[in-house]
């Protein structure tokens, strides 16, 4: 119930190329959805959220798609750049509990 | 500091030896959590501070896991008698939010660049 699935473990794109990560969850009461970015050595970094009031919100290259009824959120990259080659994380919390719920994550590797 | 700090960077000790980590959140942030991220695992939660309140210790693994945070400052996670699977990045974040989730740029949580725990 409090999982938060991801995918795909893996994830090579060319240079210029369409990124696209998946994520699944189950418990209806979650009401925030960030994705976070870490590099080797680093702490995770808040990349972008969406609350499920919205099917969509891009910043720059980087958009999340939201299927409330599915109960799936999913990160696009485009133009993907080898400096987005790093782990990204999906997560979920609920108003009023701070902890979030993470993903596995998702190794990107943007090849030049 | 700018950031989050973490202390140390690494830490390589003998299973059964108590360690302990140190957190130094942003200037003030009134909320300080901690995670485990095992390899090629998410991150985990821990416990979470707020404030003056109880923290929420609903992650911790074991009663071996103790944190204590002084106020809005510094926190110590203490890992007693460690066992080869605690091995892991433990990692720290602080955030300014006073009300979760009313305000989705509150509810940022920062990360430090973590402590990576080897028990041999």
């Known amino acids: 119930q409090q999982q938060v699935k991801q995918s795909p473990q893996s994830l090579i794109v060319q240079k210029g190329g369409i990124s696209i990560i998946n994520c699944a969850y189950e418990?209806?009461?979650?009401?925030?959805f960030p994705w976070y970015q870490q590099f080797p050595g680093k702490g995770p970094a808040l990349l972008i959220a969406?609350?499920?009031?919205?099917s969509e919100k891009k910043e720059g290259r980087f958009t999340i798609s939201f299927n409330k009824s599915a109960k799936q959120f999913s990160l696009h990259i485009m133009d993907s750049q080898p400096g987005d080659s790093a782990t990204y994380f999906c997560?979920?919390?609920?108003?009023?509990?701070?902890?979030?719920?993470f993903g596995t994550g998702t190794r990107l590797l943007v090849s030049p | 500091g700018a950031g989050v700090s973490q202390s140390p960077s690494n830490k390589v000790t003998e299973k059964g030896k108590d360690v302990e980590l140190r957190c130094d959140p942003i200037?003030?942030?009134?909320?300080l959590y901690w995670y485990r991220q095992r390899l090629g695992q998410g991150l985990e939660f821990l416990i979470y501070?707020?404030?003056?309140?109880?923290?929420?210790k609903s992650g911790l693994p074991s009663d071996r896991f103790s944190a204590e945070r002084t106020g809005e400052s510094v926190s110590t996670l203490t890992i007693q008698r460690t066992q080869q699977e605690d091995s892991a990045v433990y990692l720290c974040?602080?955030?300014?939010?006073?009300?979760?989730?009313?305000?989705?740029?509150?509810?940022?949580?920062?990360f430090g660049a973590g402590t990576r725990l080897s028990v041999l």
């Open positions: 997560a979920a919390s609920t108003t009023g509990f701070q902890k979030l719920v």
């Open positions: 969406i609350r499920p009031d919205v």
């Open positions: 200037s003030g942030h009134t909320a």
């Open positions: 501070f707020q404030g003056n309140s109880a923290p929420d």
């Open positions: 974040a602080s955030s300014s939010s006073t009300r979760p989730g009313t305000h989705i740029g509150k509810n940022i949580q920062y």
């Open positions: 418990n209806t009461a979650f009401d925030y």
